[in-house]
């Protein structure tokens, strides 16, 4: 059987960390979500809210949330990967209301004695666990490469790493695993949500310039993105690496347009509220693309069943139908939530400042030179990516890189690691005299 790469899929896996499905980056290799994905129901929206105040919203989402939780707890010991935030340690303590099993939690960090270790081991004491720290280094990179000998497509999530690891710790006292993952989607709480949330009710879309007085860089960031990334709903704050302006100086062969995946499915969103369009538009595009790559894949790659509470279509549908002018209050997100574990958790866990898990890009790309110079030696032979942004690339190596540019060369080393690792089994490369081509020959 003979299989081409889809060209276009590597436009959108650059621009979306994932080739949304059910297209295809090779002819004949499917991209359809797995049946455990929580994401493959789909939201249909327009659920009617219910006519509550907050009090009774937040108790309501707690019970629900142990509704949930109580119909997955397994019968031997249970793992759980904490954050020690609100998301995580909300699902520790309905478990221990629920069950006095062994809990096996990990926390980890990218250094040594950092606040969330502290905070960790202290919910960990509180909570009666048996606790475990990983100290993910730059050399975790170099794992990678023999993940992709059992990994189909490249992921481009930079959380997977992270979740492997610890799931591999985690695998050594279980086999089921929970996780806080969903509920920045659920509860609308993520910068890119709360950027939009301001961008459609203050300026209403409407394009400006950098107001005198404001030329701080998050004002800056706010306008500048939304200028290139227009099109995007809110992922355009946070996670789109590629712009249809930009895209003709990265690939050789790019798609006519980076938005249709997410046009069409937004086409399909019929909630008119702000903040539930863009929870809808989170299950039926954002989870139900990436969970198989951030979550599943690395359960079955340590053969562990992973259970995400937030995700449960039960607590998903309870919560679309809770006031959407709950969920953020001024300039705090996910305040229904804050309200439901208020009194049930510990302070420095509602207190804790949200922190992402993004490796830090710079410091491991500068001492894993050698490894991801190679990488952009083997992109250039492809001849899928411009030399010039190639060299761009090669050229940030070793210096302080921010998230975005971070991202981008995070996603050429997986789709790279990816493509190497198939091209070797599976395809065959050929080249004319007068310019690169790939053929891919799936055999």
Known sequence: MHGKLNKDAVGYFLTYQ?????????????????SENPGIWHYTGNAKELDIGEEKASELIYEKLKT???????????GLMMSAGIDSVSILHVLRELTDKDIYTITGSFEEGSEKLGIA???SKEYGTKHKEIIIGHKSLLRLRGLYDRIELPVGDNGFLQHFLMMERLKENT???????????VFSALDAHFFNYID???FNGIDINVPKG????????????RRRFRGFEHYKFGEIFLSDDEKGRVLTNPPKSLKTPLIEETSKVTDK???????????NFYIKNKYDSYILKPSILNRVKTFTPYME?????LVMKIPSTYFIKGTEKKHIFRLAMNGRLPDAVLNKKKEGFSPPFGTWYRKQRGFMKGILDEARETGLFRTTYLEALEDSIGVDVGYEDGMRLWLIMNFMLWYKTVSYTHLRAHETSLHLVCRLLLE
């Open 273 to 283: 509220d702000i903040i539930k369009r863009q929870i809808a538009l989170d299950f």
């Open 121 to 123: 081991k202290r919910v």
């Open 214 to 225: 404001y030329e701080g860089w998050k004002v800056k960031f706010f306008i500048d993105v």
């Open 175 to 185: 086999d089921v695993i929970f996780s806080g993952d969903g509920a920045d989607c």
């Open 68 to 78: 949930v939780i109580s119909k997955l707890i397994p019968d031997g010991p249970i």
């Open 200 to 202: 459609q009710t203050i």
């Open 18 to 34: 994932f080739v949304p499905k059910p297209i295809e980056l090779v002819q004949g290799m499917p991209n359809m979500p797995s």
């Open 313 to 317: 279509k039960d607590f998903v549908e």
